[in-house]
């Protein structure tokens, strides 16, 4: 099993540029999420879905958009870059209350610079 | 509002010197607090989930403790492999899915 899988790894882009970043899980977790990290701010959250089909917004989702595209795959667009979102961004997965075993597993993370 | 602070901000310990890391939390009806580790340029490693003040979890020379105000983070006899960030989160009883972290322990252990 390959856990949680994220593309790219590093990425350079210019201001008012978009990319969209990639996440795919394994472990047939129905939650999945996005979060950055900055230095001295910990991780923040950016969306996060519950379940396949369905979205909501975290603590910093401005600037951001999502899609759940099926059980295994949640990506994340920025449509027009800013420096302030320079940052490295993870994404993660984890099971539900009701099995007994909730367990957050993070991806490799993105690290995205805007210049 | 829900809050999550972890101290020191950074620990240097020697080889075998046993020490413990705080998360203090504020949360309204909590689900759940949970233990991660964080080499440099890596995601989170997940170590555990305390659900109840009282609860105890073990691994190798890690243990961690809730009560409802804090948790702590044991660490006995480090190896310099035990180097790294230890960060604490927490889960609001509410919220389905918001999980709040803290900003993390820098723990080093010099050999």
């Known amino acids: 099993n390959a856990g949680v899988t994220q593309t790219p790894k590093f990425q350079v882009l210019k201001t008012g540029q978009s990319m969209t970043l990639q996440c795919a899980q394994d472990?047939?977790?129905?939650?999945m999420y996005w979060y950055r990290q900055d230095p001295g701010m910990g991780l923040r959250l950016i969306y996060y879905?519950?379940?396949?089909?369905?979205?909501d917004k975290g603590e910093v989702p401005n600037g951001y958009n999502v899609s759940r595209l099926n059980k295994r795959e949640f990506s994340l667009r920025l449509e027009s870059a800013a420096p302030s979102q320079t940052s490295v961004y993870f994404c993660?997965?984890?099971?539900?209350?009701?099995?007994?075993?909730?367990?957050?597993?993070f991806g490799p993370g993105t690290r995205l610079t805007v210049t | 509002e829900d809050q999550v602070t972890q101290s020191p901000e950074a620990l240097r310990l020697q080889e075998g010197e046993s020490s413990s890391l705080n998360c203090s939390y504020t949360?309204?009806?909590?689900?759940?607090l949970f233990w991660y580790r964080q080499d440099p340029g890596k995601g989170p490693e997940f170590l555990f989930t305390?659900?109840?003040a009282g609860e105890e979890k073990e691994k190798e020379r890690l243990k961690a403790t809730l009560t409802k105000k804090e948790s702590f983070l044991h660490i006995t006899a480090p190896k310099p492999e035990d180097s790294a960030t230890y960060l604490c989160?927490?889960?609001?009883?509410?919220?389905?899915?918001?999980?709040?972290f803290g900003s993390g322990t820098r723990l080093s252990i010099r050999p």
């Open positions: 993660a997965s984890s099971g539900q209350w009701t099995s007994g075993r909730y367990e957050q597993y």
């Open positions: 472990m047939n977790h129905n939650s």
């Open positions: 949360v309204s009806g909590l689900r759940g």
């Open positions: 305390l659900y109840s």
């Open positions: 879905s519950a379940s396949e089909g369905t979205t």
């Open positions: 989160a927490v889960q609001r009883e509410s919220s389905a899915s918001k999980i709040i």
